[in-house]
């Protein structure tokens, strides 16, 4: 069965800092899902990666997937405490989603 | 946009009750997914379902059921509660195409 890992664990950043979180899938990607939970509540979609290269970016933060199609990371620019929260990348899988346990992240200011 | 409601936000139950959770999408989605989430085990599939009286079982499907009887509500079914189903619920609805959408979730306590 395919495993995401996902690291690191927990990230403590100041704010205005840049930070990446990276996804290393056990299996090729077919479709690599980022999304972000803010404590307590659902999960918001971030971006979705296809092909081998790909980046994408929304506002300030860039998903990549590698060309291998077995790593992807996340790239914040200029952090701010809006971007505080869980980050979790999502494998498809047969038409469902298997994900990683997450990235807490935390924005000092 | 799409929206994915889930009933309650805040549940709590005794252990060996009957519990329902229930989740409603609004745009005519195939498929309806519901996964469990717990602190350093991540996002975990119960149950899921492509249509109307479909399931197929997920990962961790033990303790529960569903059911699917319009294809726009799919409703989780705890038979008898027990502690270690004190969780957050999420539900999820994906048509083709690219994103799946989420409910907000519940977080359920069984006492």
């Known amino acids: 069965s395919q495993e995401l890992e996902q690291s690191p664990q927990s990230l403590i950043v100041q704010e205005g800092k840049n930070l990446t979180i990276n996804c290393t899938s056990s299996k090729t990607l077919y479709g690599l899902y980022w999304y972000k939970q803010k404590y307590g509540e659902g999960l918001i979609f971030l971006m979705m990666?296809?092909?081998?290269?790909e980046e994408k970016s929304h506002e300030k933060i860039t998903a990549k997937l590698d060309e291998k199609k077995q790593q992807s990371s996340l790239h914040i620019t200029a952090s701010q405490p809006s971007h505080a929260g869980i980050y979790l990348c999502?494998?498809?899988?047969?038409?469902?989603?298997?994900f990683g346990k997450g990235t807490r992240l935390h924005i000092l200011p | 946009d799409v929206k994915v409601t889930q009933s309650s936000r805040y549940l709590v139950k005794r252990t060996g009750e009957k519990v329902f959770l229930e989740c409603v999408q609004d745009?005519?989605?195939?498929?309806m997914f519901w996964y469990r989430q717990d602190p350093g085990l991540g996002l975990r599939l119960i149950y899921f379902?492509?249509?109307?009286?479909?399931?197929e079982k997920g990962d961790i499907p033990e303790g529960y059921s569903v059911s699917r009887e319009k294809k726009e509500r799919f409703s989780l079914i705890l038979e008898s509660a027990s502690t270690n189903q004190t969780s957050m619920y999420l539900c999820a609805s994906k048509t083709g195409g690219v994103g799946y959408t989420f409910g907000s979730g519940t977080r359920l306590t069984v006492v």
């Open positions: 379902s492509y249509d109307v009286k479909m399931k």
């Open positions: 990666l296809q092909k081998g290269g």
């Open positions: 999502g494998a498809l899988n047969a038409d469902k989603i298997i």
């Open positions: 745009m005519d989605h195939e498929n």
